[in-house]
């Protein structure tokens, strides 16, 4: 079954428009070759400015979050549709820094990401385990529950992208190994084929998140369960992020 690669930068609440701007400048070059899907999820005030700068580029566009209703009396959020119209086509739902300060659960991850495939845009769904639910072997329960609760409802599994980052390695600077990677995203995609079915679960595009970098990406992108990689740190830096898009297949 082929899968597209996609690498994708989270730049969390880094750069502001004009930094992203420079940010995306600088990578155009660099990642203009590359044989994957390549897309940086900026904050949503840097949509506009970044959105105009990508044009034309291999380069496409993310936010880091989406509100599930068409619109209303949600103060300080944002709409899908308000993404479109700036040429958003992904947007990063349920990552952990969410559900952790921001109060984000399975329920709310699923509406969303409901939402975002209803209005055309592909989610990018975070899910795995913290360090003590690793240490107790609770990682599989967790996952089951975050494929469960979260995915209730979406027809079509394969339109969605799924991030696959143990809590314990996000920012840490301690990668999961190459196999542990590999090994728990193929028990994900073993789950998602029990639930939904296996045709689709083979067309499901899942990245590895969590500490990736210039150095790492190499490894973990030559397992075959991998598709991807959805990047905090190191891709906030042009060479860094040129290196990662350019791993052999
Ligand atoms: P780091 O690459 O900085 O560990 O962040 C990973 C992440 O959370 C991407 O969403």
Redesign the pocket.
Request: charged fraction near 10%; charge should be negative; hydrophobic fraction near 35%.
């Given at each position: 079954m082929e899968r597209r690669p996609i690498i994708a930068g989270?730049w969390?609440m880094n750069n502001t428009a004009s930094e992203g701007v420079a940010l995306v400048e600088a990578l155009k070059p660099l990642v203009a070759d590359a044989n994957c899907e390549v897309v940086v999820c900026v904050p949503a005030i840097d949509i506009p400015a970044v959105s105009k700068a990508i044009a034309g580029s291999n380069i496409k566009l993310g936010a880091q979050n989406v509100h599930f209703a068409e619109k209303g009396a949600y103060t300080g959020e944002i709409s899908a549709n308000m993404l479109k119209e700036y040429g958003v086509e992904y947007v990063?739902i349920g990552?952990?820094?969410r559900r952790q300060y921001f109060g984000e659960t399975d329920e709310t991850v699923n509406r969303r990401t409901l939402a975002a495939l209803a209005a055309g845009l592909t989610p990018i769904v975070?899910i795995g385990e913290s360090l003590e639910e690793r240490e107790t072997g609770k990682t599989e329960e967790v996952l089951d529950r975050q494929i469960l609760e979260g995915f209730k409802g979406i027809d079509d599994i394969s339109k969605i992208v799924i991030?696959y980052?143990p809590i314990w390695?996000?920012?840490?600077g301690k990668t999961a190994t190459d196999e542990q990677a590999n090994e728990t995203i193929g028990y994900i995609r073993k789950k998602l084929a029990e639930v939904f079915c296996p045709v689709c679960a083979g067309k499901v595009r899942i990245q590895y998140?969590?500490?990736?970098?210039a150095k790492n990406a190499k490894g973990l992108m030559a397992q075959p369960e991998i598709d991807g990689g959805?990047?905090?740190?190191?891709?906030l830096k042009a060479p860094d992020f040129g290196v990662i898009v350019h791993f052999d297949r």
């Open positions: 989270n969390k990063i990552h952990s820094e975070c991030a980052e390695a996000i920012g840490t998140g969590g500490s990736m970098n959805l990047i905090g740190g190191a891709s």
